[in-house]
C-alpha cells in the first residue's frame, strides 16, 4: 500500500472514532437529562371545587403536576368556604334557638338552582337540613289541595328546608306546558299571598330566590348537557321545550312576581349567567338577612346588586321591556 492510500486510510479511521465517540457523548448526556412527561391536556382535567384553594401554597414536587387555575376560581374558593362556615354558625343558631328557615328555589331550567343548594348544604349536618325536590304529583295527590304535598315538608323547630322547586310549578312550568288549566293557575296566584302570609305570621323565615339566566346562555348549558354524561340526566322534555316557548316563561314569570311579590314574602332574584356569582352573592343575601351567632361584619357579607335584585326592581324592568324580550334578564 502506498504512503497515499495509508494517509486516507488512517483519516478516515480517525473520523470514524471521533464520530463514534461524539455519538456516545450525546447519547450519555441524554440520560442525563430529566425525563419529560408528556403534558395533560386541560380539557382532560375537572378539578373537584376546593382542591386548588387547598393546594395553592403547597411546595413543589415531583408527586405533583402544576395545573394552571384562574386567580378568579381560587378567590371563588376561598370566599365560598368562608361563607360555608358562616352556613354552619348559622345552623348551629336555628337549632339553638329553634328557628325554622324555608327557601324556594325557582327559575328557568339550567338557571343553576341545584348548583347553589348543592353548596349551601355542603357543609350542614344533614339532621338539620333537608331538600325537597318533589316529583309530580300522583293519582291521590291530584285530588288534594294543591299545597297539601308541600305542607308535610315544612319544617319543625331547628330545622331548614330547601325546595328544589315548589310550589311556584304552578306558576309558570304547568300553565306554560299546559298542565294546569287556566282557571288553577289564576286561583293559584290569588292563594299563595294569603299561604305565604300565614307561614310567615307562624314564624318561618321564608326566602323565595327565583334564578333568572339568559336565553344564549341557558342554550349553551342545555347543549353541555348532552356532551357531559354526569349531567345528561338532567336532560328532560321539559329541558328540550324551554328555548321554544322562551316568551311564554317570560310572561308567565311577569304574572308570578305581579302577584305573589309581597313585603311579608318577597322575591330575590339571582342574576345567574355567571354560576358562581350566582352561588356566592345568594348565600351572602340569605346570611345578611338572619341573626346568628358568631356572625362576621355585614361588610364582608355583603352583596353585589349586579347579581341580587329585588323583585319590585325586577317587576319595573320587565314592565319597561315586556314590547323588547331580547333586553329581558331572563
Wanted: glycine residues 4%; aromatic residues 8%.
Amino acid at each position: 500500500m502506498d504512503n497515499k492510500a495509508s494517509s486516507d486510510t488512517t483519516n478516515t479511521t480517525v473520523e470514524n472514532t471521533v464520530e463514534a465517540l461524539d455519538t456516545e457523548k450525546n447519547e450519555h448526556a441524554e440520560a442525563k437529562k430529566p425525563h419529560k412527561k408528556k403534558p395533560v391536556k386541560a380539557d382532560k382535567i375537572k378539578l373537584t371545587e376546593g382542591i386548588a384553594h387547598r393546594n395553592v401554597d403547597k411546595e413543589k414536587s415531583s408527586k405533583r403536576i402544576p395545573v394552571h387555575i384562574k386567580r378568579s376560581h381560587i378567590s371563588y374558593e376561598a370566599e365560598l368556604k368562608r361563607l360555608q362556615l358562616e352556613l354552619m354558625k348559622l345552623q348551629l343558631t336555628v337549632k339553638e334557638k329553634g328557628m325554622r328557615v324555608v327557601m324556594l328555589f325557582e327559575g328557568r331550567d339550567a338557571a343553576g338552582k341545584g348548583g347553589t343548594i348543592k353548596r349551601i348544604i355542603a357543609n350542614m349536618n344533614a339532621r338539620g337540613v333537608r331538600v325537597v325536590a318533589l316529583e309530580k304529583p300522583n293519582d291521590q295527590e291530584r285530588t288534594q289541595w294543591y299545597f297539601q304535598r308541600y305542607i308535610k315538608h315544612l319544617p319543625s323547630a331547628g330545622e331548614i328546608v330547601i325546595f328544589d322547586r315548589s310550589w311556584y310549578n304552578r306558576s309558570m312550568v304547568e300553565p306554560v306546558m299546559n298542565f294546569c288549566t287556566d282557571e288553577q293557575h289564576k286561583r293559584f296566584l290569588k292563594a299563595t299571598p294569603m299561604f305565604e302570609e300565614l307561614l310567615v305570621k307562624d314564624g318561618i323565615n321564608l326566602f323565595k330566590f327565583y334564578f333568572s339566566v339568559s336565553k344564549k346562555m341557558q342554550k349553551k348549558r342545555f347543549d353541555a348537557r348532552k356532551t357531559d354524561p354526569l349531567k345528561q340526566y338532567k336532560l328532560s322534555p321539559v329541558d328540550k321545550l324551554a328555548q321554544k316557548y322562551w316568551d311564554d316563561y317570560s310572561i308567565a314569570k311577569f304574572q308570578m312576581l305581579n302577584e305573589t311579590n309581597r313585603t311579608l314574602a318577597p322575591w330575590t332574584i339571582i342574576r345567574s349567567d355567571n354560576k358562581k356569582k350566582a352561588r356566592i352573592n345568594c348565600i351572602k343575601h340569605l346570611l345578611t338577612a338572619l341573626d346568628y351567632n358568631g356572625k362576621i361584619s355585614d361588610k364582608k357579607l355583603a352583596a353585589d346588586p349586579k347579581y341580587i335584585i329585588s323583585g319590585i326592581d325586577e317587576i319595573l324592568h320587565m314592565e319597561e321591556n315586556l314590547m323588547h324580550p331580547e333586553k329581558l334578564h331572563g
